[in-house]
């Protein structure tokens, strides 16, 4: 009773928490632990302590143990459990027991012998504390626990039922078109249904709620774009049962709604100005009874396609006599005996009476009326207003956000041509269509990234300028018709360069000529903001821009991702765009010169210190000029004795002075040895700004980015311009772009204090940050505050580099080899290398060199240089260039190679990335069946970590292992798959790779390992294509085992042709004769009637079964198959075989020749075939045939509790027929 009542408490427990897995996640980080209630108490013959964990519904995540006689119980988020007071309630179990400060575990020391029974319940953790003398199975959860636990698991369950009804329904969507027409007098609205629907019409003052009892899609954007007379707001949403649709209609509008058909109609009366026309006035006095007050008519009797009453249903129910006002009516009184069309004009609803009304019968009786029909009226067609549909003109902007991220679209329906540029801390994105664009789902996406957006037209065209808060990169590309437009910190899209050429105008004049095929309009901007005009120029894709801006004595270009964008400084400057080109320039020609094309906006600093205030001196005060070794000397001496003459108070003072002249002199070691001296000192100096700049300034001059940043960044240096010119160089030094880029401005207050070779490697690290973050514009502008007859030969490699970068990014190719090979052939060192990268890119890009030529130069620069980011630069590019050379061993080995190098490193990553991406291809794209099944296999075991998690990573595993069992390399396939059955799979995908095992384990002759790893995956449900498949392993190999009876039975309530063909294998195997002839036999169904020859799978079939009849000693079914099939084998060449196998049993049943026609088709192997029929029907990667739930639990479901059978069951015993021997002689044997 005991173990029954246990079982079942537990079975609860773990429904309870396997349904009620609600997501509630605590932050481990939060400062407040996980609150919990303490009860201990003294239960018969044991004790108890339980916490609970009130407002959860699952226990925090715990592990415990106990050694040496103390429980620990470890969670992995702090709580706050108070069991200090647990010894005094169980003085005979534990003698203490604490709470870990930070909360993180719980410690009670047991007494001798007591024994530890921990259970979780919900919100509840049992620690149940056990004498030495207990006996039997360990307490139960207390009967009120169970039942809670059984009540919210039932809760759980008709909550998830509810949501499955739910997702069905939503599923089974109908197509709902909306449609909104106007006529004079009223404004129509449709809601046409393809499927049978039911609505409730309600309305509140000025909204309309309509209830539709199915989910569909609705477009409203054409009557938001331009809503109809009467209708100032719709809008829809999906309830719990269907789709609503609001409605703000204006106050004195009259609504009448009703059912047509398949379509609901709501119409909207009383917005129109005009005066009732005669006709309507004719149609409004016939249809008003006698006696009835003038504003007033009797809603004549209806049917399903007139209009409902505004005071209920539809149904059956409504069969009073509505009363409601008349609005104006079109209509036209014609001649007699037509009759009025209802449904041009349908009655109206009082609304006002009665808010909510119902239309769910299609089949509604007629309503009554003691009135004689109205008389009829004829309608002239041509006097009747015209009905137009409403047609809006608009493109939906899309935009969503993907981490720091925001992807626009702009859908138009045909080719428009654009441009994208920046100027200052605003966006602008102009358009050539006059078509209005809702901007709102910008708005939304962008959210306080956007300052202001606003929409301007003129003319054709219309520009969107956005206020961005911080700067962010831009960058647009097309799709189609559409533009692509992202803001973030990346560079999804890189525009190609358009480069600014001089020329000479017509009449003689100088001109600026920009190359820029497919040009749009030229746009004349006012900038809000400076007050002067913009000068624009669209283009059609693909995206083409100015990447840095130019400054000329007449104008000056904006930077821009597509397009071009420039301020003129004349007023007669003019702006075309002609024949493949922009052209800019004046009356008179403009103003060039040759510095024009080389320098850039203006000097660094003045850019830089714009807007900016003058910080204080700089801390450090580094000498600009170095001294000579008899001036360092005689210095030396000063400072050092110095520092031994001062006083205890003031010698910390004299050793700053000696570490900032060993700093001044490039001697960083030193003076970080003097500076942990003062340190060491008076560890207060750690909180002194200065200090701190110090150890940053020498931290990073000896290349330690990690350290310098914890002395860099701390709060008291935010604004001090010292800390931002060692935090630029730093920060490029650990690959952090963007800090250094926000940095660097800050430090122009001290810039010029500082020796050349600093201002040097300050400004190379600018311009490094500049070009990783593709912003070439301001790194052009570093590269101009650069002297090369300043540079030292430490920094000229270097900025020759940093050149290339900017050269190749603009367009100019050849500019940028040039610069790389020369740096190239220098002295090889770290920028020697990177050039030498930087040119097989290019020639590798560009086309010069192959991917086996760029291999085999990779393969020596990687031998050649080694220990930083190069290197992993190089082995990521000698990893691509040999995958694709089809070198897949070199690529996954220079991914090693690289991750061993530097784990932790962006390239790294990225490179491994990559290499995953072509190991997945060459596996699932069957790019390795070119490759020899031990090649393929060798290279999937070396490399095997990197399959993919998941649904892919199974699929790959079972295409090489079906790989494998073709060429009969069964040992090695069992391995792939039984790794994948004990290491990464549960649930379904279990299962069903278990059923592919077993049959591996079949092929290899080793059915009792099949029998045993199908138990050991065994589950209580499964989906039915899967459980069929593994039913027909498991038969196979059971009848392997001679378990005849079990096999059949296992398969008995199958069908299919897999399943008659294994029953007529296992039969046969099993010398069961007679039963395997007849299965053979009707295998064949009327095929001897077919006229159509027999296949050699079939005239097997027909053999075996006469062989099956002739072991049976069965004439009459022997007679019967020569009768039916003699014809159709009669002329093939197994007719002679036929006549053999068939002949009287008396007569040949115990001939030689009969003999060894039976051991022939005796030896061919059944597997072969069960093989074929396993691969057709199930090895399908795809799961087609598995139903939606299974394929999510393909990957990530949890391994579902065993069935009832243990699995023992599926092994017991053998079948007692199997051990009977056949009557006579097995042809199989023979």
Request: hydrophobic share 40%; glycine share 6%.
């Amino acid at each position: 009773m005991i173990r029954a009542s246990m079982a079942r408490a537990m079975t609860v427990v773990f429904l309870s928490l396997l349904v009620l897995a609600l997501p509630i996640a605590a932050d481990k980080a939060a400062a407040e632990p996980a609150p919990a209630n303490v009860a201990v108490s003294v239960e018969p013959g044991f004790g108890r302590i339980v916490l609970t964990f009130k407002g959860r519904a699952l226990l925090p995540k715990y592990t415990s143990k106990t050694a040496n006689g103390v429980l620990v119980v470890a969670f992995e988020e702090p709580v706050a459990a108070q069991v200090d007071q647990a010894p005094i309630t169980l003085p005979d179990y534990i003698s203490i027991a604490r709470s870990d400060p930070d909360g993180s575990a719980l410690r009670l020391a047991l007494k001798r012998g007591v024994r530890v029974n921990l259970m979780d319940a919900g919100e509840k953790l049992f620690i149940d504390l056990l004498p030495a003398r207990w006996a039997g199975n360990p307490p139960p959860l207390p009967a009120d626990v169970i039942a809670e636990l059984a009540q919210r698991a039932k809760e759980a369950l008709e909550r998830a039922e509810a949501a499955e009804h739910l997702r069905q329904a939503k599923e089974d969507k109908a197509t709902l078109v909306f449609h909104a027409a106007e006529a004079p007098t009223f404004t129509r609205l449709t809601f046409e249904w393809d499927k049978p629907f039911g609505a409730k019409f309600a309305r509140d003052g000025k909204t309309i709620t309509i209830d539709f009892d199915r989910f569909a899609d609705i477009d409203l954007s054409l009557v938001r774009a331009q809503p109809p007379r009467g209708l100032v707001e719709v809008a829809a949403r999906e309830t719990g049962k269907g789709l609503s649709v609001d409605l703000t209609v204006g106050p004195e509008t009259g609504i009448r709604a009703f059912r047509e058909e398949g379509s609901y109609v709501v119409d909207l009366t009383g917005v129109s100005d005009l005066p009732l026309n005669p006709a309507a006035e004719a149609v409004k006095q016939a249809l008003r009874p006698q006696g009835a007050p003038a504003d007033e008519i009797i809603i004549p009797p209806t049917n399903s396609g007139t209009p409902q009453t505004a005071g209920g249903d539809t149904g059956a129910n409504s069969q009073n006599t509505k009363t409601t006002k008349l609005p104006p009516m079109p209509a036209a009184l014609g001649g007699p005996g037509e009759q009025a069309d209802a449904g041009a004009e349908p009655a109206p609803e009082n609304v006002a009476q009665a808010p909510e009304a119902e239309a769910e019968s299609e089949n509604a009786p007629a309503q009554k009326s003691a009135l004689p029909p109205p008389p009829y009226l004829s309608t002239n067609p041509e006097a009747l207003p015209v009905v137009r549909e409403r047609k809006g003109n608009f493109i939906r902007v899309e935009a969503r956000r993907i981490g720091n991220t925001v992807r626009m679209t702009f859908p138009f329906p045909e080719p428009v041509a654009a441009a994208t540029f920046r100027r200052g801390k605003h966006l602008w994105m102009v358009f050539d269509t006059p078509v209005p664009m809702d901007t709102r789902a910008i708005r939304t996406a962008l959210g306080p990234q956007a300052l202001d957006l606003s929409v301007s037209r003129s003319g054709g065209a219309q520009a969107l300028r956005i206020e961005l808060k911080d700067p962010l990169l831009t960058t647009i590309g097309i799709d189609g018709n559409a533009w692509l437009v992202t803001i973030g910190d990346i560079v999804l899209e890189p525009s190609r360069p358009l480069q600014i050429a001089r020329s000479v105008s017509s009449t003689g004049g100088a001109i600026l000529k920009i190359p820029f095929p497919q040009a749009g309009q030229v746009h004349k901007l006012d900038d809000p903001v400076v007050g002067d005009r913009i000068h624009v120029v669209t283009g059609y894709g693909p995206a083409r821009g100015l990447f840095k801006p130019h400054r000329f004595v007449d104008l000056a270009t904006l930077p821009s991702a597509h397009g071009v964008a420039l301020v003129g400084f004349a007023d007669d400057l003019v702006v075309s765009a002609e024949d493949d080109a922009i052209e800019v320039g004046r009356g008179r020609g403009l103003t060039l010169s040759s510095n024009d094309f080389e320098n850039s906006l203006g000097s660094l600093v003045a850019l830089q210190m714009e807007g900016r205030e003058v910080e204080p001196e700089s801390m450090l005060e580094i000498s600009v000029h170095r001294l000579n070794p008899i001036e360092y000397r005689h210095r030396l001496n000063q400072l050092q004795e110095a520092i031994v003459d001062a006083s205890e108070k003031e010698r910390n003072q004299r050793r700053l002075d000696l570490a900032r002249f060993f700093l001044a002199e490039r001697m960083p070691y030193e003076s970080l040895a003097v500076l942990k001296a003062v340190l060491n000192a008076d560890p207060k100096r750690e909180l002194d700004p200065s200090f701190s700049v110090l150890l940053g300034a020498a931290e990073t001059l000896v290349d330690r980015p990690k350290d310098a940043h914890a002395h860099l960044f701390k709060q008291a240096l935010d604004k001090n311009p010292d800390a931002a010119f060692w935090r630029t160089i730093a920060a490029v030094k650990s690959g952090d772009w963007k800090t250094a880029r926000e940095t660097a401005p800050l430090s122009q207050s001290v810039f010029g204090g500082y020796p050349i070779d600093l201002q040097n490697e300050f400004t190379l690290a600018a311009t490094k940050s500049a070009i990783e973050l593709n912003d070439f514009g301001a790194a052009d502008e570093y590269l101009a505050e650069l002297l090369p007859e300043h540079l030292d030969p430490t920094h000229l490699g270097r900025y020759d580099v940093l050149r290339g970068r900017v050269a190749d990014a603009s367009g100019r190719v050849d500019e940028a080899l040039a610069l790389y090979d020369r740096v190239g052939k220098g002295t090889f060192n770290a920028d020697a290398a990177e050039a030498q990268y930087r040119a097989l890119r290019i020639r590798h890009r560009e086309g010069k060199l192959d991917a086996k030529e760029a291999s085999d130069a990779l393969e020596k620069l990687a031998i050649r240089w080694r220990g930083d980011e190069v290197e992993l630069q190089v082995l990521r590019f000698l990893a691509q260039a040999s995958a694709e050379n089809g070198n897949y061993r070199r690529a996954f080995e220079a991914m090693k190679t690289a991750i061993i190098a530097a784990p932790d490193a962006e390239t790294s990553r990225l490179v491994q990335d990559e290499m995953s991406a072509v190991f997945a291809s060459l596996f699932l794209d069957h790019k390795a069946d070119d490759m020899s099944p031990i090649n393929a296999l060798t290279l999937y075991y070396d490399f095997r970590e990197l399959t993919p998690i998941g649904r892919r990573g199974d699929e790959m595993v079972r295409d090489l292992a079906e790989r494998l069992i073709d060429v009969d390399l069964l040992d090695q396939a069992a391995e792939l798959l039984q790794h994948q059955v004990d290491n990464r799979l549960k649930g379904v995908a279990r299962a069903q790779i278990a059923a592919d095992l077993g049959l591996v384990y079949l092929l290899d002759r080793k059915p009792e390992r099949a029998l045993g790893v199908l138990s050991r995956t065994r589950q209580a449900r499964l989906p039915g294509p899967l459980d069929r498949q593994r039913r027909v392993v498991e038969a196979r190999a059971l009848a392997a085992t001679k378990r005849v009876n079990r096999a059949l039975d296992l398969i008995a309530s199958l069908q299919g042709p897999d399943i008659e063909r294994l029953r007529a294998d296992i039969m046969w195997d099993a010398g069961h004769w007679r039963e395997a002839g007849e299965q053979l036999e009707a295998m064949q169904g009327q095929r001897w009637a077919d006229p159509a020859p027999f296949s050699e799978q079939e005239r097997i079939d027909v053999l075996r079964a006469a062989i099956a009849y002739s072991q049976a000693d069965d004439q009459l079914s022997l007679d019967r198959l020569r009768s039916k099939f003699s014809t159709k084998l009669a002329d093939s060449e197994h007719a002679h075989a036929f006549d053999v196998v068939t002949r009287p049993i008396e007569d040949g049943g115990s001939t030689v020749e009969f003999a060894e026609i039976a051991s022939k088709i005796a030896s061919i192997d059944t597997l072969e075939g069960f093989l074929e029929e396993y691969r057709k029907h199930y090895m399908k990667h795809e799961h087609d045939e598995l139903p939606g739930a299974a394929k999510d639990a393909v990957s990530k479901a949890d391994e579902a509790p065993a069935g009832d059978a243990p699995a023992e069951q599926a092994a017991e015993g053998v079948d007692a027929a199997a051990a009977d021997a056949p009557a006579k002689p097995d042809p199989a044997a023979s």
